[in-house]
């Protein structure tokens, strides 16, 4: 049986940007690992215990959050299938990708995004604001990417 970590390590691997929010992360691993619970902050606490693979950022600090906002439901606000404005941490994969068939614009493009998430300066909300934003376009152009490389 896998562990959290490398379950994580093998679902952000499996997404364009290499990056997911935390509560998308805990419930693809959730269904990875047989329907077997993955509790919040359990997954913070192993992710966090492997800093050289992992780099939880929070976007929507300050003036950004977004806590309180929900929808009719009662459920927490988005505006994207990833959850592009969840009150939550985002979990960035720091392993470079190793798939040698990607098309050579696509492994640009997710190197690019890996360089930008490890230089990122969490302190500042612009900054964070523009990386999400950035992991939100990548993964919207990813599977255009990978269509492309695939028809030829």
Do not use: Y
């Not at 093998?10 to 997404?15: E, G, S």
């Not at 913070?44 to 009719?72: H, K």
């Not at 360089?115 to 992991?135: F, N």
């Amino acid at each position: 049986m896998q562990s959290t970590t490398d379950l994580a390590v093998h679902i952000l691997a499996r997404t364009p940007a290499r990056t997911l929010p935390i509560s998308h992360l805990s419930h693809l691993i959730e269904q990875e690992a047989g329907g077997a619970t993955v509790g919040h902050e359990f997954l913070v606490q192993a992710l966090r215990a492997r800093p050289n693979l992992f780099r939880l950022l929070d976007p929507w600090r300050g003036p950004w959050r977004v806590s309180g906002r929900t929808d009719a439901e009662g459920s927490t606000f988005t505006s994207s299938p990833l959850g592009g404005l969840t009150d939550e941490p985002w979990v960035l994969l720091l392993e470079p990708p190793a798939d040698s068939e990607l098309d050579p614009p696509l492994r640009m493009l997710q190197e690019s995004m890996l360089a930008a998430g490890r230089r990122v300066d969490e302190h500042s909300v612009t900054a964070l604001a523009r990386w999400l934003r950035m992991s939100l376009e990548m993964a919207d152009v990813a599977p255009s990417l990978q269509r492309r490389s695939v028809s030829r």
